[in-house]
């Protein structure tokens, strides 16, 4: 993974570089538009596979979606970032991550997985009568390693699906379910109160 990531970087950082050379002239919303189509899409193809990475990892990426942000807003470096992914309305990397993999936990109950996760997913459902019963839960199974079993999809997806609200599990369509969890996530990522 580690040269994956160091691939992603390099690719990121030189569009980056391009785009700052003729930012002068383009709008905001034509940066913007850039740097989602060239920078953002890199760092969110397969980025579920990344789910479980030590956080050094991680903040590689993050480090280039910041300078994304602070390029898009003609910010400095020594300006604080989170103000700044706040008004782009940008999850960070990690929940970026999260997002995908609650994502990936409804379209088990959806019934539109492909055949190879879903076999891999089951639904929780407890031998005797229990509340939690009537709730959407994933089943985690258990593991032996740190490094390898708890990077798996197997026991990524259930984990974050697990995690959140009922309400927003329950949601009614795929559109309720992507708005309540985006929403779920900025609150987390950013400490903002519910």
């Known amino acids: 993974?580690?040269?994956?990531?160091s691939f992603v970087c390099k690719c990121a950082f030189f569009e980056l570089r391009k785009i700052s050379s003729v930012?002068?002239?383009?709008?905001?919303?034509?940066?913007v538009q850039l740097v989602s189509s060239l920078i953002l899409?890199?760092?969110?193809?397969?980025?579920?596979?990344?789910?479980?990475?030590?956080?050094?990892?991680?903040?590689?990426?993050?480090?280039?979606?910041?300078?994304a942000a602070r390029l898009i807003l003609q910010k400095s470096k020594k300006d604080h970032v989170t103000p700044l992914?706040?008004?782009l309305h940008w999850l960070p990397m990690k929940y970026r991550i999260e997002y995908k993999l609650a994502l990936l936990g409804y379209r088990c109950?959806?019934?539109?997985?492909?055949?190879?996760?879903?076999?891999?997913l089951s639904i929780y459902e407890p031998s005797r009568s229990l509340r939690s019963s009537s709730e959407k839960l994933l089943r985690i199974p258990k593991t032996r390693t740190k490094t390898f079993g708890e990077r798996t999809f197997r026991y990524q997806i259930p984990t974050v699906w697990n995690s959140l609200p009922s309400s927003i599990r329950d949601s009614s369509s795929l559109s309720s379910f992507k708005t309540q969890l985006k929403t779920y996530l900025f609150r987390k990522a950013f400490a903002y109160p519910e």
Not at 1 to 5: L, N, R, V
């Open 1 to 5: 993974m580690q040269k994956h990531i």
């Open 23 to 31: 930012r002068s002239f383009l709008t905001l919303q034509a940066t």
């Open 41 to 67: 899409s890199r760092l969110d193809y397969c980025n579920s596979l990344l789910a479980g990475l030590p956080t050094e990892e991680l903040d590689r990426l993050q480090r280039v979606q910041n300078s």
């Open 85 to 87: 992914l706040t008004t």
């Open 109 to 120: 109950f959806e019934k539109s997985l492909p055949p190879y996760l879903s076999h891999s």
